[in-house]
């Protein structure tokens, strides 16, 4: 789900030698990050042609830095077992987090947009999508445009649907 309980988990890491023991980063990370660290740890680079998301996380492993970002996305463009909301996406810019819900975004129907300041509020227990709208509109730019450029697939209405027509019972 992408509530920080589902997507804010720790990564812990250890390399004799390379990451210093005891070191804490606050720095979010994302799995995507691995191929290019591990591409650049190993000195190769990736194939031709072949576009690379995330961002290698090698030199602040090695003590530097934490890698300047300017958002981290996830996308879930289907239904499953762990997100009560349905289909949806996220994207987390600094201190902000919106959850963009696709049910809303296509049919308004649905959980509306919600916005959190995860600094101030890591729980999400405040959705502050009302009292900030250009936030959640800005916010909302960013997943598009993220959307777009890794060619995300996105879920399609289906026209053949009646909600007035009693659900089927699953056979297996």
């Known amino acids: 789900q992408l509530y920080e309980g589902g997507i804010r988990v720790p990564l812990v890491m250890r390399w004799p030698g390379v990451i210093t023991p005891g070191r804490l980063s606050a720095a979010p990370v ?13 000195g190769k ?10 961002i290698s996380l090698a030199a602040h492993i090695r003590g530097g830095a934490a890698p ?3 958002a981290i996305f996830w996308h879930y463009p289907h239904y499953h077992s762990a997100g009560d909301g349905g289909p949806a996406g996220a994207v987390r810019a600094g201190d902000w987090k919106l959850i963009e819900y696709f049910e809303y975004t296509l049919a308004n129907t649905g959980r509306a947009p919600e916005l959190f ?3 101030t509020d890591p729980a999400e227990t405040r959705n502050l999508a009302n009292q900030e709208p250009g936030r959640v509109r800005e ?3 960013k997943l598009a445009a993220f959307r777009t450029a ?9 026209p053949a649907y009646d909600p007035s027509a009693p659900a089927k019972k699953r056979s297996d």
């Open 30 to 42: 994302s799995t995507v990050d691995f191929f290019p660290t591990l591409l650049e740890f190993s």
């Open 45 to 54: 680079p990736a194939a031709a042609g072949l576009t690379v998301d995330g």
């Open 68 to 70: 300047a970002r300017d």
């Open 117 to 119: 300041n995860l600094r």
């Open 139 to 141: 916010l909302q730019e």
């Open 150 to 158: 890794t060619r995300a697939q996105m879920p399609t209405l289906n």
